[in-house]
């Protein structure tokens, strides 16, 4: 039993009833909460906006194509010269691109919503020792994205059909910059689906450090804060404090 705890006891038993009076502290704390909140929602938001917008683009050049073919990669399928690409392609025994990610595209929306969920609840449930682990979905999304899309092209590049009518050496669609598939040119780069996911890790990264200095180094049970907090984030650490 904490010595605030044998404080009221006394007081009861004596028959003197005190009022409660709020610490000075109060109002700063909830701001430095409401910040947190802010700041992860603002980070959840940017996740989602991703969802609708494009995640690469890819524009291949070659001498018929002077204006360029371009393809452009969002998590729920492709846009732009799609056909055209296919039947250059086939050429060279590719698959047809609508066979990529099959079940990262058909479950694309609730991995969005898990990534916002866990960051929610990883800000709202972890403790000061586990606190930092909220930014661990955060970081996961864009980085998921990127070695999926990777291993998919690797995939392709690589399991072309031998009876082609072109041959081609195996290869890998460059995801950055410039490239050559046998005589196009090719130009890779990020679009704004994947910057509002960076974007969004680093406003999660900014909650998550902000929460640890300071809300959780602040707060009255900081000494022994573990795994889960104990006022799950939102609540009044001095009402648990005289509670106890």
Not at 111 to 116: E, F, L, R, W, Y
Request: proline residues 6%; charged residues 15%; glycine residues 8%.
């Amino acid at each position: 039993m904490t010595h605030l705890a044998e404080q009221r006891e006394r007081a009861e038993a004596s028959g003197v009833h005190h009022l409660t009076v709020l610490s000075n502290d109060e109002p700063a704390r909830r701001a430095r909460r409401s910040w947190t909140l802010a700041l992860a929602t603002l980070g959840v938001l940017a996740f989602a906006l991703s969802f609708s917008q494009s995640w690469w683009k890819f524009t291949l050049y070659a001498p018929q194509y002077p204006h360029g073919l371009r393809l452009e990669i969002a998590l729920t399928g492709l846009q732009g010269d799609v056909h055209e690409i296919d039947m250059l392609n086939h050429y060279i025994g590719m698959r047809h691109l609508v066979q990529a990610a099959p079940i990262e595209r058909a479950y694309a929306s609730y991995g969005v919503a898990g990534v916002c969920f866990a960051v929610l609840v990883g800000i709202l449930l972890l403790g000061r020792r586990t606190g930092r682990l909220a930014l661990l979905p955060a970081l996961l999304f864009p980085i998921g994205f990127i070695t999926d899309s990777f291993a998919w092209l690797y995939a392709f590049g690589h399991q072309l059909d031998p009876r082609a009518p072109l041959h081609v050496p195996p290869f890998t669609p460059q995801m950055f910059g410039n490239g050559q598939i046998g005589q196009f040119m090719t130009f890779a780069e990020p679009a704004l689906g994947f910057w509002l996911s960076v974007v969004g890790v680093a406003l999660v990264a900014a909650a998550v450090e902000y929460r640890q200095r300071a809300v959780c180094a602040h707060c009255a049970h900081a000494a022994k804060c573990k795994d889960v907090c104990p006022v799950h984030f939102l609540g009044n650490p001095g009402k648990l404090e005289k509670s106890a």
